[in-house]
Structure formats: structure tokens, C-alpha cells
């Protein structure tokens, strides 16, 4: 909270903050604290392993699926009710989840644990979309400082709930942690529902509402996307693959704990940072520091087997300090990056727009702790855990080189806008020149008609005649006032100051320009 600047914020934004802080800690405990317990009741109903762990996935792939919809029919639905319907059904379904150990029939319990899952993902959904949205549109000067901020706690959230969960468990048995947890939630729905402000009514512009096709159009928006379901990938990778790379080691499951915590401590104590640099810099240049971190903590977790350095344990703590600091870089960096580049491509700056994009954010995320821990599986049983990190190593590759590709361009257009602006410059400064001279030698006035604009020209183009043919014409004293500033160099210094300075011409006939 120290990272905040508390002077610039009114009551009803600090309000918002600090609801939504506890709310993103409440709902990260609630939705990942059944980890330590649910496998091992899961097995006692007679499931096997392959069929509890989808439990865990349809979560990560129902919020991919649903969240874009959510995003897109923000406006339509309310910023307030989507993430309030959102706490709610999180809250009811936990609830409702910590009565299902009184099922005995194992397909019936792995049915309904499914079924409630889903309808799980789905509130989760809401309430990230809404609530992410709402601080595009309360602060939207400081987008990725608050996303940042929010990250952090339900992190913190993520780490503490399991935890949590364990200890309830063990206090009160299988439905003491769902029915605690989700009784907060329940409550935190009602509170939010009272405290939070109401968005007013949008006018709703079919022909200018944007739409997911739209926002995928725009390269940097994809590329932020990537980057963050890389990261999210790299995550889901440690969580399925880093237990068995560490069992050599014979470590405590305590201190197993303590290494899982290590990068998301390090992801909420720099996402803050990460938020404030984003709102001050390009925030491509935090996804490539972050890119850089991940693939070099992965590089030194395995070691990759062609370097030469023994596995061991400050090695890997150091890797995870590194996965932890870019994780944080990646995914505050990419919500700040698509949020500003969709307004930049001319999306309208709006709730339709917040939504979109944090909806959008929230389903490559989930895409990515999806794909992550299921190929991770996949590659650890196939070539075990220092190759298998290789997957990481070379996605985030791919975002250093594209990266690298778009800022070489955006440079290349740059240099080209600059070049030509200072062309169309010179051009400009050189027009300019041409009619202040017209202006100096008294012709080019608005007067002027395109007859005498002609003569000027064949006048100057027959400038060898002789001054004294052009004085044969009976024009007025103050006309031959004008010639005589505008041809000086034509004429012998006496005469033409013998012309612009007569007194007679001068003074008794007055200029007609």
C-alpha cells in the first residue's frame, strides 16, 4: 500500500481499493485451498488421479472460455452486478462443495465436484472481469499500478489458501474450510454490493461496440497475450513438475512448501513495482525483462543438461527468486500493455473496451495455467524435468524475439514519420520563403488577380530590358516606390534612390496596394 500516491486518491477510490483487495484475497483462498485435502477424499470415493486432476484443469479451461463472453457483454450485464453475481456464486459453490463428502458413490462425487467447478470458474470469471474493469475505470491513469496492487493480494491469496485450507481441515474435516471460506464470500457480496459505486448507464452503441475479433486484430494486443499466458504456463509448469524434480533431495513437505512459496512471494512482492514502472514506461520493456527472468530461471531449475552445473537446492531457490520477479513483470505489464495499445488503435475508452480487454486477459491466463501443468506432465514422463523445461525456455524466447521484432519496428516507422515531417518541413520553410518575397516586393497581395500575377512573371522573365523602358509607363509616383525596392540590384544606386525617395510622388499620391 506504500506504493500508492494515498494524496491523489479520493474516499470512494481508497473504498474501492481496499474492497477489492480483500475480496481478490478472500476468492484467491477460496478457490485454491481445497489442493492439500480434496485428492486425498477424492481416492477415499475410489476416483484415480487422472480423473480428480481434471478437476483442478475444467477450472483453468472453463475461465478461458467464459471470461471473453463475460468481457465482451460487460456493459450489457453492469460492471457492479457482474462482479457481485460473481463473489456470490464462488461463495455459494464452495459451500455447496463442502457437502459433497457426505457422497459415497465415487462417480457421483467426481459428477457433481465437476458440475460445481464449473459454476465456480464461471462466478470467478465474473468477478475478475468486473473488477478489473472497474479499476480501468476508476483509475485510469494508474491502470497497471492498481491491476499490480490487486495481483498482489490474491497472490498472496493463492499462496495463503492452501495453507488455510489444510488447517481447517484439519480442525473440522472436509467441509469446515468450504463452508468458512465461503460463507466470507457470501458476505463480501453483500458488502460490495453496498459500498461499491454505481457505474451509470452507458448508452449502448451497437455500431461502435468493440468485439474480441477487433482487439485480436491489433498485433500488440496478441503479443501481450502471449506473454502473459506464457507466464501463466511457466507457473502451472512448477506446480505439476517441481515436487518430483525436488524428491532426490528428500526434503520435509514443509520445506517443499516453503520452495512453492518462494516464487509467488517474489510475484507479490514486485508486482507492485512492476505496476508503477507500467504506468510510467513502455510496459514491452517489463515483458522483456520479465521473458528474460523466466527463460534464465528456467535455464538454471533443471540445469538444462549441456551446462555445467550440479543440481541443488540454492540453485533452484535462486531460479525460482528469478521466475517469481519476471512472472510479476509479465503479467502486470501485459494487462497494462493490451489495455493501453486497444484505446491507442482507436477502441472507444469505455466500459465496453475495460471489459473486453480484462476479460480477454483473464482467458489467455487461464489458457495458459491450463496448457501449463498438462504439457508439463506430458514432457516430464517423457524426457524428465531439465529437458522438459525447454517448453518454457523456448516460449519465452519467442517473446524476447518478438519483442524485439515490434520495437525494431515501431523504431523504423518512427525514423520514417520523423524524415518525412522534416521533408514536408523544408518544404513548408521554402514556400514560406518563396511568399514572403512576394510579400517584400509588393506583389502577391490577396488584390492581386491572376492577370497581374502573370505579368509579374513575364516581367521577370524579360528582366534585361532596360529601367528606363520600364519607366515609360505613366505609372504613379508611389508604384515606382515599389519597383525601386524590388529590383535595387537592376539599377545604378543613384537612380534608384532618385525614385524612392522624390518627395513629390511620395507625398501627393498615396499608395494604392
Not at 502486470?332 to 493501453?340: E, L, P, T
Amino acid at each position: 500500500m506504500g506504493c500508492l500516491p494515498e494524496n491523489n486518491f479520493s474516499r470512494q477510490q481508497w473504498l474501492v481499493i481496499v474492497t477489492f483487495i480483500v475480496v481478490n484475497f478472500c476468492n484467491a483462498m477460496c478457490v485454491s485451498m481445497q489442493a492439500p485435502f480434496y485428492p486425498h477424499e477424492a481416492e477415499k470415493k475410489g476416483c484415480v488421479p487422472s480423473e480428480y486432476g481434471l478437476v483442478f484443469g475444467i477450472f483453468e479451461l472453463t475461465v478461458f472460455l467464459v471470461s471473453p463472453i463475460i468481457g465482451a457483454n460487460l456493459n450489457r450485464l453492469g460492471m457492479k452486478t457482474t462482479l457481485n453475481v460473481g463473489i456470490a456464486t464462488v461463495g455459494v459453490t464452495s459451500i455447496l462443495f463442502g457437502l459433497l463428502d457426505r457422497i459415497n458413490d465415487g462417480k457421483v462425487f467426481l459428477g457433481l465436484s465437476f458440475a460445481l467447478r464449473i459454476i465456480e470458474a464461471c462466478g470467478n470469471s465474473g468477478f475478475l472481469t468486473g473488477s478489473f474493469s472497474m479499476i480501468a475505470k476508476e483509475f485510469p491513469d494508474k491502470v497497471a499500478t492498481m491491476f499490480a496492487v490487486l495481483e498482489t493480494f490474491f497472490g498472496i491469496g493463492m499462496i495463503v489458501g492452501p495453507t488455510v485450507g489444510g488447517a481447517l481441515y484439519e480442525l473440522g474435516g472436509f467441509t469446515l474450510p468450504f463452508v468458512t471460506l465461503g460463507s466470507v464470500l457470501v458476505c463480501a457480496a453483500i458488502f460490495t454490493s453496498l459500498v461499491l459505486p454505481n457505474a451509470p448507464p452507458a448508452i449502448e452503441d451497437s455500431t461502435n461496440k468493440p468485439s474480441i475479433a477487433q482487439a485480436l486484430k491489433v498485433p500488440s494486443i496478441v503479443l501481450a497475450s502471449y506473454s502473459v499466458s506464457c507466464a501463466a504456463a511457466s507457473l502451472g509448469f512448477l506446480q505439476a513438475t517441481l515436487e518430483p524434480h525436488l524428491r532426490e533431495f528428500e526434503l520435509s513437505p514443509l520445506l517443499i512448501g516453503c520452495l512453492f512459496v518462494i516464487s509467488g512471494a517474489c510475484y507479490g512482492v514486485s508486482a507492485p513495482i512492476w505496476g508503477i514502472f507500467c504506468d510510467r514506461k513502455p510496459p514491452k520493456i517489463a515483458s522483456f525483462v520479465g521473458a528474460l527472468f523466466i527463460g534464465g530461471g528456467f535455464v538454471f531449475m533443471g540445469p538444462l543438461p549441456f551446462i555445467p552445473i550440479k543440481k541443488s537446492i540454492p540453485l533452484i531457490v535462486g531460479a525460482l527468486l528469478l521466475h517469481g520477479i519476471g512472472l510479476g513483470a509479465q503479467v502486470v505489464s501485459g494487462f497494462a500493455d493490451a489495455h493501453r495499445q486497444a484505446i491507442a488503435a482507436g477502441l472507444p475508452d469505455n466500459v465496453d473496451t475495460y471489459g473486453l480487454i480484462s476479460g480477454l486477459w483473464t482467458s489467455v491466463f487461464a489458457l495458459g495455467a491450463f496448457i501449463g501443468p498438462t504439457v508439463a506432465g506430458i514432457l516430464f514422463d517423457a524426457i524428465h524435468f531439465p529437458l522438459a523445461t525447454l517448453f518454457v525456455i523456448i516460449a519465452e524466447a519467442l517473446v524476447i524475439v518478438f519483442i524485439t521484432i515490434f520495437v525494431a519496428v515501431d523504431m523504423l516507422r518512427a525514423r520514417s514519420a520523423r524524415n518525412q515531417a522534416i521533408a514536408s518541413t523544408s518544404a513548408d520553410e521554402e514556400t514560406s520563403t518563396l511568399l514572403d518575397q512576394d510579400g517584400e516586393s509588393g506583389y502577391g497581395s490577396v488584390n492581386d488577380t491572376a492577370q497581374q500575377r502573370r505579368e509579374r512573371m513575364r516581367s521577370r522573365n524579360t528582366r534585361t530590358r532596360k529601367y528606363s523602358e520600364v519607366l515609360s509607363t505613366s505609372m504613379a509616383g508611389s508604384v515606382a516606390r515599389s519597383v525601386s525596392m524590388a529590383y535595387p540590384q537592376f539599377m545604378m544606386p543613384g537612380v534608384a534612390n532618385s525614385y524612392s525617395c522624390s518627395p513629390n510622388p511620395c507625398d501627393s499620391h498615396p499608395s494604392v496596394s
